[in-house]
Nanobody, 113 residues
């Protein structure tokens, strides 16, 4: 099992920045990718960004050029700049290990206009 603990969400004005962090613990050997997904009420969870164990990154078109994903040891970060009201969502950390996806509890990001 992989445990994920997220931090860094909050309220920010449009144009501002936030940095999300997600620390993985437990059975971390074999994690092949980590990432961030986001979900609005009543909508499906969608990709924001992912990063593989060999540092390949993937971004949703809606966040390219504004969000940057990175990792250090067992922690993945999401630097979010130029935030827009439409970025308001619950952000979930994900870790993929041997074909299984593990999820954090989610952290709320609210961007006011």
């Amino acid at each position: 099992q992989v445990q994920l603990v997220e931090s860094g969400g909050g309220l920010v004005q449009a144009g501002g920045s936030l940095r999300l962090s997600c620390a993985a613990s437990g059975s971390i050997f074999g994690i092949s990718a980590m990432g961030w997904y986001r979900q609005a009420p009543g909508k499906q969870r969608e990709l924001a960004a992912t990063i593989t164990s060999d540092d390949n990154t993937n971004y949703a078109d809606s966040v390219k050029g504004r969000f940057t994903i990175s990792k250090a040891k067992n922690t993945v970060y999401l630097q979010m700049n130029s935030l827009k009201p439409e970025d308001t969502d619950v952000y979930y950390c994900m870790a993929r290990r041997f074909g299984n996806d593990y999820w954090g509890q989610g952290t709320q990001v609210t961007v006011s206009s």
